[in-house]
T-cell receptor
Framework: GAGVSQSPSNKVTEKGKDVELRCDPISGHTALYWYRQSLGQGLEFLIYFQGNSAPDKSGLPSDRFSAERTGGSVSTLTIQRTQQEDSAVYLC??????????????FGNGTRLTVT | AQTVTQSQPEMSVQEAETVTLSCTYDTSESDYYLFWYKQPPSRQMILVIRQEAYKQQNATENRFSVNFQKAAKSFSLKISDSQLGDAAMYFCAYRRGAQKLVFGQGTRLTINP
């Protein structure tokens, strides 16, 4: 079946511009996560959705970052006034049951964002 | 806050040999899950193996097995009969309940033919 889909796969933007990154989770998955991975680094948690609500936004690095999820499905991560330090791969993951310890996260291929 | 530490930034192994990747974590909880994910150059994170903290038996998945030492808070991954396709970044991760997965910094594994 279809996996987690992210678009665009690559995005180059100028410093100061806004960008939107999209994530289509696996159908029926109620939990959705956004992570950021800087070059050669581990994954940094950004935000977690359960349905349309976001019980954990603790990882968003600044108020320039926001995310929404509509209809319990597609999610958009928006970065306003991008800075060079925002350059990274942004990974989205979904899981069938957010409240289950055992639910594995299924990841997309990520969006590589480059801010010039 | 929970932390996960992978002390080996890079490892290499000869094809067909066995390699062990180390992972330690810090938590005050008694019930949680541990995972190993693989990230090839395609960037996609692929689940390799998972372990429930309440189970004493170490998880195995074909050539992959773990050595889970709960008291020591250690969770190493052993790859037997290494294959060229095993080359990737490997991430150890911790999760409790619906909370986020907390990842280590990763170990880059190279397989020498």
């Amino acid at each position: 079946g279809a996996g987690v889909s992210q678009s665009p796969s690559n995005k180059v933007t100028e410093k100061g511009k806004d960008v939107e990154l999209r994530c289509d989770p696996i159908s029926g998955h109620t939990a959705l996560y956004w992570y950021r991975q800087s070059l050669g680094q581990g994954l940094e948690f950004l935000i977690y959705f359960q349905g349309n609500s976001a019980p954990d936004k603790s990882g968003l690095p600044s108020d320039r970052f926001s995310a929404e999820r509509t209809g319990g499905s597609v999610s958009t991560l928006t970065i306003q006034r991008t800075q060079q330090e925002d350059s990274a791969v942004y990974l989205c993951a979904s899981s069938p049951q957010g409240s289950s310890y055992n639910s594995p996260l299924h990841f997309g291929n990520g969006t590589r964002l480059t801010v010039t | 806050a929970q932390t996960v530490t992978q002390s080996q930034p890079e490892m290499s192994v000869q094809e067909a040999e066995t390699v062990t990747l180390s992972c330690t974590y810090d938590t005050s909880e008694s019930d949680y899950y541990l995972f190993w994910y693989k990230q090839p150059p395609s960037r996609q994170m692929i689940l390799v193996i998972r372990q429930e903290a309440y189970k004493q038996q170490n998880a195995t998945e074909n050539r992959f097995s773990v050595n889970f030492q709960k008291a020591a808070k250690s969770f190493s991954l052993k790859i037997s009969d290494s294959q060229l396709g095993d080359a990737a970044m490997y991430f150890c991760a911790y999760r409790r309940g619906a909370q986020k997965l907390v990842f280590g910094q990763g170990t880059r594994l190279t397989i020498n033919p």
